[in-house]
C-alpha cells in the first residue's frame, strides 16, 4: 500500500514538472508582432539573458515567481524559457494563478513548427 502511494505521489510530480502543456502553442516570440494586448515574461536566469533584446520583457527567474509574479499585467502572457522543465512549471503556476497564456518559446531551441510540442 505504501509502495503505491510512493509510486503515485511521484507519478503526480513527474507529471507536473515534464509533461507538454498542450494547450500553449510554441512560437518565435521574436519573430511574432506584439502589442499592446501582450505581455513577454521571462523565465530564464539573470545570468543567461541576452544582451540585445529586441523588445521589454518582464524578466522573473522560476525561483523568484511565486514572490513577484502579480507584478505581472493582467493581458495575455508570451512566456521565454530556457528548457521545458522550467516552461511547464512557469505556465502551470501561471495558468493556476488565472493568467492567459497565449505562447511560448524556449531559448535552447526555435520554433520551426507551431504546434511541434502541442502533440508531445
Known amino acids: 500500500m505504501i509502495g503505491l502511494i510512493t509510486v503515485l505521489i511521484l507519478g503526480y510530480f513527474?507529471?507536473?514538472s515534464y509533461m507538454a502543456i498542450k494547450s500553449v502553442p510554441c512560437i518565435d516570440v521574436n519573430r511574432s508582432q506584439l502589442d499592446?494586448?501582450?505581455?513577454v515574461v521571462d523565465f530564464r536566469d539573470y545570468?543567461?539573458?541576452s544582451e540585445n533584446q529586441a523588445f521589454q520583457a518582464i524578466v522573473i527567474?522560476?525561483?523568484?515567481?511565486?514572490?513577484?509574479?502579480h507584478e505581472i499585467p493582467r493581458k495575455h502572457v508570451y512566456v521565454i524559457a530556457s528548457n521545458k522543465l522550467e516552461k511547464n512549471i512557469g505556465i502551470r503556476f501561471l495558468q493556476k494563478h488565472g493568467f492567459q497564456v497565449t505562447g511560448y518559446s524556449l531559448a535552447?531551441?526555435?520554433?520551426?513548427?507551431?504546434t511541434r510540442d502541442m502533440v508531445m
Open 61 to 69: 527567474p522560476i525561483p523568484y515567481l511565486k514572490r513577484f509574479y
Open 36 to 39: 499592446d494586448h501582450h505581455v
Open 108 to 114: 535552447e531551441c526555435a520554433c520551426h513548427n507551431n
Open 47 to 49: 545570468n543567461n539573458l
Open 14 to 16: 513527474y507529471y507536473k
